[in-house]
């Protein structure tokens, strides 16, 4: 596993940076957002995993729509549980919208189930192509404001860049992340 370089808080919670693969994350959830089943790659592929028993939460907002967040068990990773979210479809007008949305959704749900960490994927910069430097201002926005709530039960949070160019980028946007910046 490569090592997590970049550290930093925000709030009470550590962000940590680290290239490599979401699903060897030893956490309480992952964060998927490709549509597709995580499995980790040293899985055997004829192992059927059971159909988990699934838990599904739907945030709403008077300002947003409605995002659903899967919340299921997870059998052959290291987090306990998996959270899905729809994938993320984004286009250059409506791309910050939708991964803001998502990533609400995500953090509000993880706060409702008291989760204490989780390992993020870089959302909407993958298949989608929305631009890194973006995407990760955005996260990390959407990160600063759930962790300032006073009952926050979020202490880690790792986002898990598949490539030494997104963590990078990714680094670069944390170091020059400030917390008492102004939303969108």
């Known amino acids: 596993m490569p090592q997590i370089v970049k550290e930093k808080k ?12 979401i699903t060897t994350c030893q956490v309480d959830a992952v964060i998927n957002v490709t549509g597709k089943a995580l499995t980790p790659p040293d899985l055997d592929e004829t192992l059927e995993p059971s159909p988990p028993s699934a838990e599904i939460s739907t945030i709403e907002k008077a300002d947003t729509a409605e995002i659903p967040v899967l919340v299921t068990p997870s059998e052959h990773l290291k987090a306990e549980h998996i959270m899905s979210a729809p994938t993320v479809s984004t286009t250059a007008t409506a791309g910050a919208l939708k991964i803001r949305k998502t990533m609400r959704s995500i953090m509000e749900e993880a706060q409702a189930k008291k989760l204490k960490s989780l390992a993020i994927p870089a959302i909407g910069s993958g298949i989608n192509r929305y631009p890194l430097e973006r ?26 860049l598949d490539t030494q160019k997104s963590y990078r980028i990714f680094e670069q946007v944390l170091e020059q992340f400030d917390q008492d910046q102004e939303n969108e």
């Open 135 to 160: 995407c990760a201002e955005i996260l990390l926005q959407e990160l600063n404001k759930s962790v300032k709530a006073q009952d926050n039960s979020i202490e880690k949070v790792i986002f898990v």
């Open 10 to 21: 925000i709030g009470s919670t550590t962000v940590r940076l680290l290239q490599g693969d």
